[in-house]
């Protein structure tokens, strides 16, 4: 039985991710896409929110579940029994970015990472570059599910009442 893990912060998902988390799908035979909860960061969606954006957008996959974690990725593998943890690359920089992360985790537990490149067509795509385009007006509908658009748009509303 091979266990992956999918980390992440899914502030909020975006199509980009989905697609990394189907195709980890066909790969192992448990997929765990783990949302980071950390108190400490501060997100536009709650834990529970983005666990719940994910369950929508993943419930049709038999083999993947959703989990919230904190602390440590590799503590986190350990308790569940997953031998490895799934990452998207868009581009060098996230190579760049993922490599010592990747290094450190296997040194830490002996956890593998593998890397799966991104679609292309979602090379540019991320939740902080959504957010933004979001926040001026922009169009992200061809980027995230539909059932993200409209919270997406009433929260960045709501903090832009709130100051
Ligand atoms: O989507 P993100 O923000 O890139 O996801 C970040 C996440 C949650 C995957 C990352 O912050 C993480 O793994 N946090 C757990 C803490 C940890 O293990 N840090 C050491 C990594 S070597």
């Known amino acids: 039985m091979l266990r992956a893990v999918c980390p992440g912060s899914f502030d909020p998902v975006t199509h980009g991710h989905l697609d990394i ?5 066909g790969l192992f035979d448990e997929v765990v896409v ?4 950390n108190v400490s960061k501060s997100r536009l969606f709650t834990a ?3 666990l719940a954006m994910l369950e929508q957008g ?3 996959l038999a083999n993947v579940r959703v989990e919230g974690f904190t602390g440590l990725i590799t503590a986190y593998c350990r308790e569940i029994d997953a031998g490895a943890i799934v990452k998207g690359l868009r581009s060098s ?3 760049d970015y993922e490599l010592p992360m990747a290094q450190m985790n296997t040194h830490l537990t002996g956890v593998e990472t593998v890397f799966v490149p991104a679609d292309p067509q979602f090379n ?3 939740s902080s570059l959504v957010k933004e385009v979001a926040s ?3 169009d992200v509908s061809a980027l995230v599910p539909d059932f993200v658009l ?3 748009t009433d929260r960045l509303a709501a903090r832009r009442a709130s100051g």
């Open 58 to 60: 993943l419930a049709d």
């Open 124 to 126: 540019f795509v991320s």
């Open 48 to 50: 529970e929110e983005r």
């Open 21 to 25: 988390v189907r195709r980890a799908a």
């Open 34 to 37: 783990a949302v980071g909860v």
């Open 136 to 138: 001026y007006g922009g």
């Open 93 to 95: 920089s996230d190579f």
């Open 150 to 152: 409209g919270p997406l």
